[in-house]
């Protein structure tokens, strides 16, 4: 990693602590590996990016309908599914240090090729042969690698034994499969239709996870798009299209990521075939979302499984079969993470007094801005207060907005550029005699004066 490197991630991290954008988990007990709290900042831009999910893949399309299943499945779910048996990363021990390693991150890391897909007794050996070196103590001294279970198991009851395990989900997409037919039933929906929900997964995710990159608790924005197996292709294509427009929708820049088509050994157990998104992370190029065409594999298992037919009568055809299923798959964090580092912008900005200063912005896309709307009187007196509070009040209830007195109005602008918020509203002195306020755009700085009474006028034609 380049120093400037290291430098940028370490900005967005103190700048998301510093402004409440995300806090180490559990801190003030030296923390919990690979857990983060979203503050009050966070919480708002997280929330925006759900919301502008939901609209964009549900509320404004006819023809996909949301769940929101429970996190707690009958374990019977996660072996028809593949995830007791497969879902597992083949971690290394480094005998020097104790350090644990994923076998493949390490390969990666080292020799810059892909090792999905390889068994651990493959990786074992490229490591040996290539004398990778424990990048915690620099010596060579690795166990061989095994495989440990992703899933994070808990007991339903009150006596810890085998047949009371549950798991915590790994993926929220089995809800849509085992909730297929009921889904079905309830809205007569017709092929090609698509289940969606937004949720937390859980993984035990051992390895350092570059902020919130990689955590053991996190969210998914899933699609799970049932069609006729003849469709797939065009299917495929049509939905690559709308992710791209999804992420043009969030403001990401189409420089900053890439399609990366995944090699045949490389494959989850249930896919024909599967893209990533790819962003460019101050840390490397690393998969943002996924598509993947996952084939009739997990309808098919689940009747076999359960024994419910799991059919779709096809009524203009008279035709039963099982539908295929292609999976469009966002992580909520890895989004959140990708917007910030989009967003992220350090430029010259004049100090008023003929010199510069250097000043730290986040460009966030309108619609996913944390805070709206900052509403600022230039000074604590109470005529000024009064009447800012008043605008306030006008202008809250259609934007999310945060009123601000503290500090000289210049640091209140620069801690408004840092958490993004597109419009400062300075209320002043001559506020009280012409009833206008002065309205500063986060981007240009330009600043222009508006009348109070036309002001949420202003900002909706501004949004
Ligand atoms: N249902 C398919 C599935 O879960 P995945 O590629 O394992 O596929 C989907 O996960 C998305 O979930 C990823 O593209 C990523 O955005 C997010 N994700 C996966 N594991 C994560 C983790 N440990 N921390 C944060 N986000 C994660």
């Given amino acids: 990693m380049t ?59 006819e023809d996909i309908v949301g769940i929101d299943a429970a996190i707690l499945m009958n374990s019977k779910v996660w072996e028809s599914s593949g995830h007791v048996a497969g879902f597992n990363d083949a971690l290394i021990d480094c005998r020097a240090c104790q350090a644990r390693i994923r076998a493949d991150h390490l390969i990666e890391d080292a020799l810059e090729m892909k090792a999905e897909g390889l068994t651990p007794k493959d990786m074992t050996k490229i490591i040996v042969e290539n004398k990778i070196k424990c990048p915690v103590c620099g010596k060579i001294d690795f166990t061989e690698a095994r495989k440990f279970g992703l899933m994070f198991k808990t007991f339903q009851g009150v006596t810890e034994e085998d047949k009371n395990i549950i798991y915590l989900r790994p993926e929220t997409a089995q809800a849509m499969f085992v909730n297929f037919k009921n889904v079905l039933n309830s809205t007569n929906k017709k092929i090609p239709f698509g289940i969606a929900q937004i949720g937390k997964s859980f993984r035990n995710e051992i390895t350092p996870g570059n902020f919130i990159f990689r955590t053991v608790e996190f969210e998914q924005m899933e699609l799970e798009y049932f069609i006729d197996e003849k469709d797939w292709e065009k299917l495929f294509e049509y939905w690559q299209n709308e992710m791209a427009n999804w992420l043009d929708h969030i403001g990401i820049k189409k420089e900053n990521y890439s399609i990366r088509e ?28 996924g598509l993947a065409y996952r084939t009739d594999f997990d309808l098919m298992n689940h009747q076999n499984a359960s024994g419910q037919n799991m059919e779709y009568f096809d009524v203009e055809n008279n035709r039963k079969y099982i539908p295929h299923v292609l999976e469009p798959t966002f992580g909520v964090d890895r989004t959140f993470l990708a917007a910030m580092v989009d967003a992220y912008t350090e430029e010259e900005a004049p100090t008023g007094d003929g010199k510069t200063e250097t000043r730290v912005v986040m460009k966030f896309a309108k619609n996913i801005a944390p805070i709206k709307v900052a509403i600022l009187p230039l000074s604590k007196k109470e005529e000024l207060s009064g009447k800012a509070k008043e605008v306030f009040d006008l202008v809250k209830t259609e934007f999310n907005s945060q009123y601000d007195e503290s500090q000289s109005i210049g640091k209140r602008y620069r801690r408004q550029d840092e958490i993004g918020t597109p419009y400062c509203v300075t209320v002043d002195f001559e506020s009280l005699e012409d009833g206008a306020v002065t309205v500063r755009d986060r981007d240009t700085m330009k600043q222009e004066r508006v009348k109070i009474e036309e002001l949420v006028k202003w900002l909706k034609k501004a949004f």
């Avoid at 180490?24 to 983060?36: D, K, M, Q, R």
């Avoid at 249930?270 to 790819?278: A, H, L, N, R, V």
């Fill in 3 to 61: 120093k400037e490197v290291e430098n940028m991630m370490d900005k967005i991290v103190s700048l998301a602590k510093r402004r409440g954008f995300v806090f180490p988990g559990s801190e003030i007990y030296g923390g919990l590996a690979n857990t983060w709290d979203y503050g009050p900042v966070g919480v708002e831009l997280k929330n925006n990016i759900k919301q502008a999910w939901w609209n964009f893949f549900v509320k404004n399309r």
């Fill in 262 to 289: 995944h090699d045949k050994d490389e494959l989850s157990h249930y896919s024909k075939k599967t893209i990533d998104f790819e962003y460019n992370f101050p840390f490397g190029t690393k998969e943002l979302y």
